[in-house]
């Protein structure tokens, strides 16, 4: 396959090549667009869990009151003739008064235990008043806080009052006595349910409504006024908690219909598929089903809770479709009140839906409190009618004939629904209404595989999912599952659960309470499991033992840590990952776990995964390495000694590609501290002493003219850049570190500047100390960059095999190094550990260098948890406000706008306003006291200070990649979606791409005779040193020394500034675009070794950083070297890096680490890099005028495959070309361009430029190349050697004299030249006009 680059070289392109070139768009990898590059680092926010029943309760008492008064017929009701006669099924004419009334009462009993056996029930039959009040208050003694449910019959009193009174008798029955509600509320309490079974049973209703405000406002009054009699009294009882179910409307009488029981409403609440089947046979329809009589139903086989059974089966079908209605009409909330709360009220409330619909046909409207919308019109009751049809239709032949009864297709039908629903739908639409159906097949076994299957798929869609699934009260029954042993179950309960614990993790206590761990520590034993559900398995043990001792204990008892250790090299990655955070969440805190890892060696197995190719593996090692030397307890000589070697292990990955595994070593290294922190209180003492007598030349103040930039008032304004959150720019020392607020003079004795963002109130770690003159600082950026230097740090690559006393001074080299990463929350991070330690170490051994403190008698708590109050003390400034972390301001630095600001008093106090220390103490304390009038709770400090660095130390790596869980699994990626946004926009900017490539070759095929028709010019902000032609847009990134602007060449416009981020003593001095031929990324790389990566630059968005490392260790930065040069190869995703080391370093930025080292066999710099990935060699130009071919297959010793050593000096460029045979190009200070074919000793051809060469490119396309020189001019030549254009003077303003040129620039593909000199412009040249 050609690359697109050597098409450019032959003729006649055919078509067919063209759409190659567009297909190799399609298959370049892309780099640095993970999701750990694209996102925040955290985890998802917790949704509010309202699903789990804060207080489940039950109905532990019923009392049944009947006022029947048979063969009396109350007053106020004219009764139709013949009229509703039964009551509880039965004919009370049929026996004798007192008997009927007894066997109704029974009956009633037996009705009502159908749905909770396990009440108790008391009858009362024809009752007084006090009868009543009797059995309501001995009911509700019993009952204490629970339930108690009233239920009332008045068949056979007359109707309520509208002052809210109901009818009971008197002693002998001679009279009908009223009952007032408001007494009845007295007697029943709360909570309570009352069932009232009546004409104009609203009123009920409506009265109960009254007289409860009227309570509310009596304790409102009582509780305001403790003189008023209201107050005297016994308090009355909060009816908020009760729930009413009434026959009818206020206006209403009850259905008198002689086919109809009398109590209709309470049959339906109580006996609803009896009353069901007579009312469905009632209907018209029911003529449709031949041979079916009333008679007949009473015989249908089966008991209710059987489920196998017709009858059974319609009663499974009605709670199914009465518990939908309810779940998609109801709001949530009262959903749950009343239909998962209570069983009972659950029932009464199912069965109430019937009762509306039902009862509605006859002209009664049942009323409850709380109301309902109504439901008797819902589309669910024609798939209960067809069930019912379906089942009747059969009867007739199984009572006559004893024929099999064939089951009701209705569960199937409504789990094909739900595939439907899930199927073919779209992201923002109402929920599936068959939910609850789904849970209810839960219990069939028959179903059981495929509505797990579609519950899997459904909670698949999002959190919003799980949290409706749990919602509707799935937990219970996907709890339950665990306990069966059906191997087909398991991957779906696996993935079930594990989208349930990735949105709710307190299920953990659930899971280990129902010994549900178990189910899972099986799966992850089981090595025929597909990975991934090994991977679900060990994510779900890993929730659960995620800062949760009985879990811990749990999973330590059923043998995780051996079962995760066989996993640890499994070739899934996710496993891998989450195998090593089991691990570091199991022995967190809990020791028995360490010492069972510590058996295992544990911590031996885990190193492998530190050199792992997936980043965020070898980030989960690190994480479980450091919980593995963070636990708190007592340390013998073993557990130090393993300790010691995790800490040398973790210290290799300092130069790690990764910033996500570096912020993690950061917190593993914190833990390490946290344990030996005297240890490291001696080591910082030493490094502050070693520091302050000794002085580290900063290559900066060397500068020689031509990289020095001019004082210039006419700096724009940069743009702020979010992810930048280091102040490590806020001033011309860059001193301030974001979350290190300590102050310091920089060397003009310029006032620091102040952003709102530099001081955070929650950074606590660090605080000034020292003498008023600033002579002693606790480590500011600029004292912890000295140290870095100072402490040789090339000993950082011998550093296993040291002795172990020195231990803790290799791993404060490590920090000392991570401080001054340039990624800012790994550097952030690392300050806060450092400055904690260099407090203590500060705090404990100075005490007697303190000044008297005069005038300030106050003292602030010595505790650096604590927030200090005093602010005005000394004269500073108060701190300003911001937001409780330092990463959370998206205020950034820019580089210095050389404005001085007011002069500030002679010294701020830091962090939150604490004056500093040496303020505080009289010069007579003691070494160790805590200054005079040290507050109370402040005793504590060393414990407190421990917890700070632990506590506040953490990097969301866990929770950031249990999202993965959260997020759907089973969707299409948006980039392979054809119909998304992104893959439009992605094919927009191919075909973009062909266009330039196509429209480019035709100019350059032409041939270009001249090229000094000056397209573009304008000043820079910064001296331009670097300069790069984005390949397909219209952008070019010009750099200076530590910033970059962006302008778009063709409008003239600049589209952006921002400041890179690097030290001041150190400069750019490469840029490359990575993935230029889609999403772009500009690569910076400066010469102190560090490369960074930018996205969002150049449009409306703030540019951001994507990641940075160290690329190379062990760089000098100086004035007079090559500084680091690079070259990125898009097709392997691998970059090739060099300069003033001895080696060239490849990198794989798929996996972010280091893959080879190339050693040079030079003693000088190498100055250019050129790579062709088809042969796979690698060409650099060094500063000893050797030109050198490597070839990275072969091993270190025998890859350097050819030495030119034809040129005399340094060489400016050299260029590898990319077709199959190209040849290499190179050009040294001296102007002689050479020619070699890789495969021959010398050169083939040599051609003379100019003298005094400063920059020089190459066009990989048209053959030309363009030399600028030191003496203000720019020559470029053609292939042969002929000088095709010469340009000493810009165009415009009176002919200009160009100033020296510091870079110059081609275009991959259109015949343009960017030109940037020492006089601040930045121009353009290209062909003629009429070429173009």
Known sequence: MKMDSDLLHS??????????????????????????????????????????MKDRMKTVSVALVLCLNVGVDPPDVVKTSPCARLECWIDPLSMSPQKALETIGANLQK?????????????????TVDEVKKLCTSLRRNAKEERVLFHYNGHGVPRPTVNGEIWVFNKNYTQYI????????????????????????????????????????????????????????????????????????????????????????????????????????????????????????????????????????????????????????????????????????????????????????????????????????????????LAVDICLSQLPTIIEEGTAFRHSPFFAEQLTAFQVWLTMGVENRNPPEQLPIVLQVLLSQVHRLRALDLLGRFLDLGPWAVSLALSVGIFPYVLKLLQSSARELRPLLVFIWAK????????????????????????????????????????????????????????LQGNL?????????????????????????????????????????????????????????????????????????????????????VAMMLAQLINDGSPVVRKELVVALSHLVVQYESNFCTVALQFIEEEKNYTVPSPANTTEPGNLTPVSPAIPRLRSVNSYTNIRAATTARNLNKSLQNLNLNEEGGPAAFSPGNLSTSSSASSTLGSPDNDEYILSFETIDKMRRVSSYSSLNSLIGVSFNSVYTQIWRVLLHLAADPFPEVSDLAMKVLNSIAYKATMNARPQRI???????????????????????????????????????????????????????????????????????????????????????DSDEPGGHRNYISLALQTGLCDWSAKYFAQPVMKIPEEHDLESQVRMERQWRFLRNTRVRRQSRCITQRGVSRLDDQIFINRNPGVPSVVKFHPFNTCIAVADKDSICFWDWEKGERLDYFYNGNPRYTRITAMEYLNGHDCSLLLTATDDGALRIWKNFADQKNPEMVTAWQGLSDMLPTTRGAGMVVDWEQETGLLMTSGDVRVVRIWDTDREMKVQDIPTGADSCVTSLSCDSQRSLIVAGLGDGSVRVFDRRMGPNECRVMTYREHGAWVVKAHLQKETDGHIISVSVNGDVRFFEPRTPDSINVLQTVKGLTALDIHPQANLFACGSMNQFIAVYNANGDVISNIKYYDGFMGQRIGAISCLAFHPYWPHLAVGSNDYYMSIYSAEKRLR
């Open 11 to 52: 003729p006649a392109v055919g078509l067919a090549e063209e759409e190659e070139a567009d297909m190799n768009d399609w298959k370049l990898p892309l780099a640095f667009m993970k999701k750990r590059h694209s996102e925040k680092i955290e985890g998802c926010k917790a949704l509010a869990q309202s699903w789990r």
């Open 851 to 937: 000044l008297d403190s005069g005038s300030l008698t106050q003292s602030a708590p010595a505790s650096p948890t604590s927030k200090g109050t005093h602010i005005h003390q000394a004269g500073g400034s108060p701190p300003m406000p911001s937001t409780s972390s330092s990463s959370l301001t998206n205020e950034v630095p820019k580089p210095p706008t050389r404005e001085q600001p007011a002069t500030r008093p002679p010294y701020t106090p830091t962090l939150g306003g604490q004056a500093p220390h040496s303020h505080q103490f009289p010069r007579t304390r003691k070494m160790f006291d805590k200054g005079p009038e040290q507050a109370a709770e």
């Open 178 to 385: 009223p009952l007032s509600i408001y007494d009845l509320q007295t007697w029943m309490g709360s909570p309570s349910i009352f069932v009232y079974d009546c004409s104009n049973a609203g009123i009920i209703v409506k009265s109960f409504k009254q007289f409860a405000l009227q309570r509310e406002q009596e304790l409102e009054v009582a509780a305001i006024n403790p003189s008023h009699p209201l107050a005297q009294m016994p308090l009355p009882p909060s009816m908020k908690n009760c729930i009413q179910l009434a026959a009818c409307e206020a206006s209403e009488l009850l259905p008198m219909n002689p086919d109809l029981p009398a109590d209709l409403f309470t049959s339906c609440l109580t006996t609803p598929i009896k009353i069901a089947l007579r009312w469905f046979c009632m209907q018209k329809s029911a003529k449709l089903v031949p041979g079916v009589t009333l008679d007949l139903i009473e015989k249908i086989p089966g008991r209710l809770n059987d489920r196998r059974t017709p009858l059974g089966e319609l009663n499974w079908i009605f709670t199914a479709i009465t518990d939908t209605i309810a779940w998609n009409v109801l709001p949530r909330d009262l959903f749950q009140k009343l239909f998962r709360q209570d069983l009972l009220v659950a029932s009464l409330f199912r069965n109430f839906l019937l009762a509306e619909r039902i009862m509605r046909s006859y002209n009664c409207t049942p009323v409850s409190s709380p109301r309902l919308p109504p439901t008797y019109m819902h589309a669910m009751w024609q798939a209960w009618d």
């Open 561 to 645: 840590i051996a079962n995760c250790l066989e996993q640890l090299s499994d070739p899934h990655p996710l496993l891998r990952q989450w195998v090593a955070i089991c691990l570091g969440r199991i022995w967190q805190n809990f020791d028995p776990a360490r010492w069972c890892g510590v058996r295992d060696s544990a911590h031996e197995k885990l190193y492998t995964l530190l050199s792992d190719p997936i980043p965020e593996v070898r980030c989960a090692a690190v994480f479980a390495l450091g919980t593995f030397v963070g636990n708190s307890a007592e340390r013998t000589d073993h557990s130090t000694t393993i300790d010691h070697n």
């Open 500 to 555: 349930i614990l990735a949105v709710d993790s307190s299920c953990q206590a659930d899971l280990v309470k129902d010994n549900g761990h178990k189910y899972f520590l099986s799966v992850l034993a089981d090595s025929y499991m597909p990975a991934e559900h090994r991977t679900m398995a060990v994510f779900i043990l890993a929730v659960i033992v995620n800062s949760y001792n009985t879990g811990q204990e749990a999973c």
């Open 111 to 127: 009705q009502y235990e159908n749905w909770q056996p396990r009440a108790r029930y008391k009858q009362s039959l024809d009752p």
